[in-house]
């Protein structure tokens, strides 16, 4: 049975950064994409980073580029999404996936598993 948690959130002011963790276990966790999503209150489910099954290549929705980097651990079998800069947009749960077909998809129903989510509030 394959499990996705994640952690690291919280309240913060603008300009504050956050580390983001999804811990994946169940299956070999290298032969899963992984990506986050993040869901503001009353909105969609919305794209925000992607990495490869290797932790080679990257992929990031223009509102977070530069400011955001994603990355991963095969061996501990955990992904990260180091945020800084952080702004009061960027409050939503965060929600990171799997996807064993797919790669940099930004199409939710393309992730097979998905965890519970973490709730990042920016405000001052």
């Known amino acids: 049975q394959v499990t996705v948690a994640e952690s690291g959130g919280g309240l913060v002011q603008p300009g504050d950064s956050l580390r983001l963790s999804c811990a994946f276990s169940?299956?070999?966790?290298?032969?899963?994409?992984v990506a986050w999503f993040r869901q503001g209150l009353g909105k969609g489910r919305d794209f925000v980073a992607s990495?490869?099954?290797?932790?080679?290549?990257?992929h990031y929705v223009d509102s977070v580029q530069g400011r955001f980097t994603m990355s991963r651990d095969n061996f501990k079998y955990t992904a990260y999404l180091q945020m800084n800069s952080l702004k009061p947009e960027g409050t939503a749960v965060y929600y990171c996936?799997?996807?064993?077909?797919?790669?940099?998809?930004?199409?939710?129903?393309?992730?097979?598993?998905w965890g519970q989510g973490t709730q990042v509030t920016v405000s001052s």
């Open positions: 996936s799997a996807a064993a077909f797919y790669t940099h998809s930004e199409v939710p129903s393309t992730y097979e598993y």
């Open positions: 169940g299956r070999p966790f290298s032969n899963y994409a």
């Open positions: 990495i490869s099954r290797s932790g080679g290549d990257t």
